[in-house]
């Protein structure tokens, strides 16, 4: 199955504005009308776009509304991460269609082979694409794992296993924050216009990435991207990195004492507690850590995205001590968003990756495509 951009045009036209015939089509996309029956006819056959009935007609030829197939194709989403594989499934309109089912990995060298024992069970004729995300830095050209939390003792980590396994489906390999990114964009219409950095984290996990153009950046570490290794002269358990006081070994269960379960580590976070010592000192420099990626990338936007934004007291803690600490012309200038979702682990943010890549043209693509070339991230 290839999509091409054209396709993706159309494809990413109904995303956004739901029903259109193929005149509206012909309008948002600058193709001719021939073009935009070919294509159309292309996406039906491959199950992507569906016609409704007609609308009455108001004297000329019956507009028929088309939308994206609801029905016919999915997405299978996979996560790998420490420990863990999860897949879940999602329609074409973002719904779950195969709520997360997970499965605990011990030995980290079983994980790939796990993943894809499990993807394989739900990997149907009705499935479109597979999406995995897994924590860690991926080479998109030969889409093997070089260094990843999730397998700590292995380097350039070969996932042809996953590729095998899935038969003919395509299989895209992302980053779990670049999944976290795909959602965004594809769910955030209005701000895809914005340079946005958006900052995940959860127990253990933090990550950035900087979405421009409607596209993660793939080519910045300092300030995004590895904003998780960013070190602090903190004492704190050795980072997978091979480094001490990594901001991800910071915001721990383990940062707040050797016993603390993950249930007690979010029941505190969501208090955020100013007279509790150890979390304030975590809370501190997890603002510092935040206040400063904003400070090197100077972004319009930043959105914070964690299932712990949830919690109204966490959130407006951290929002505020970010917005103190920023230079004097970029706290009046940088929307903050609280965006809760859960990042680590999750499936079903994998497989909005996948949606990702069918409606916005190179998605994964490095280097980016022409920064003279037209690439209109929404029609
Ligand atoms: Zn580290």
């Known amino acids: 199955m290839i999509i091409d951009a054209s396709q993706r045009a159309i494809l990413r036209s ?23 029956g070919n294509e159309i006819s292309q996406l039906q056959r491959l199950g992507l776009v569906k016609e ?23 997405i299978l989403g996979i996560s790998i991460e420490p420990g863990q594989v999860e897949i879940a499934e999602l329609g074409l309109h973002g719904d779950v ?24 069970t739900y990997c149907v004729r009705r499935t479109l694409m ?17 260094l990843s939390s999730s397998a700590p003792h292995q380097r350039h980590l070969n996932t042809s296993v996953l590729l095998q396994g899935l038969d003919d489906v395509p299989l895209i390999i992302g980053n779990d924050l670049h999944a976290a990114a795909g959602r965004w964009a594809v769910t955030h219409r209005s701000q895809l216009q914005e340079d946005t950095l958006l900052i995940a984290f959860d127990d253990g996990r933090m990550g950035a990435v900087m979405v421009i153009n409607g596209r993660p950046n793939h080519g910045c570490i300092m300030g995004a991207n590895e904003l998780g290794h960013t070190r602090f002269p903190v004492n704190t358990p050795l980072c997978y990195c091979g480094q001490s006081g990594c901001m991800e070994r910071i915001f721990s269960s383990a940062f707040l004492g050797p016993a603390i379960t993950a249930e007690e580590f979010s029941r505190r976070v969501e208090t955020a507690d100013v007279q509790d010592g150890k979390l304030a000192e975590m809370l501190n420099l997890l603002i510092m850590a935040c206040s400063n990626a904003v400070n090197f990338v100077r972004p319009s936007r930043l959105v914070l995205a964690s299932r712990f934004m949830a919690g109204e007291a966490f959130a407006h803690r951290l929002m505020g001590g970010i917005r103190a600490m920023l230079l004097p ?25 996948g949606l990702a890549t069918l409606l916005f043209d190179s998605w994964e693509a490095y280097p980016p495509p022409s920064a003279t070339a037209q690439h209109p991230p929404v029609i």
């Not at 109904?14 to 935009?36: C, I, K, Y």
């Not at 409704?52 to 999915?74: N, W």
């Open 130 to 146: 597979a999406a995995a995300s897994v924590t860690g830095l991926i080479d998109h050209a030969t889409g093997s794992i070089l």
């Open 329 to 353: 012309h970029l706290s009046e200038r940088v929307t903050m968003d609280a965006w809760n979702i859960k990042v680590a682990g999750s499936a079903e943010t994998a497989a909005w990756l």
């Open 52 to 74: 409704l009935d007609p609308k009455p007609s108001t004297g000329g030829r019956p507009q028929i509304p088309l939308i994206l197939d609801p029905s016919s194709r999915r």
């Open 14 to 36: 109904l995303w956004f504005n739901g029903q259109l015939s193929r005149s509206e089509l012909h309008d948002l996309t600058g193709m001719t009308p021939n073009a935009v």
């Open 97 to 120: 269609t195969v709520a997360p089912i997970s499965k605990s990995v011990e030995q980290e060298s079983r994980l790939l082979s796990a993943a894809t024992r499990l993807a394989r």
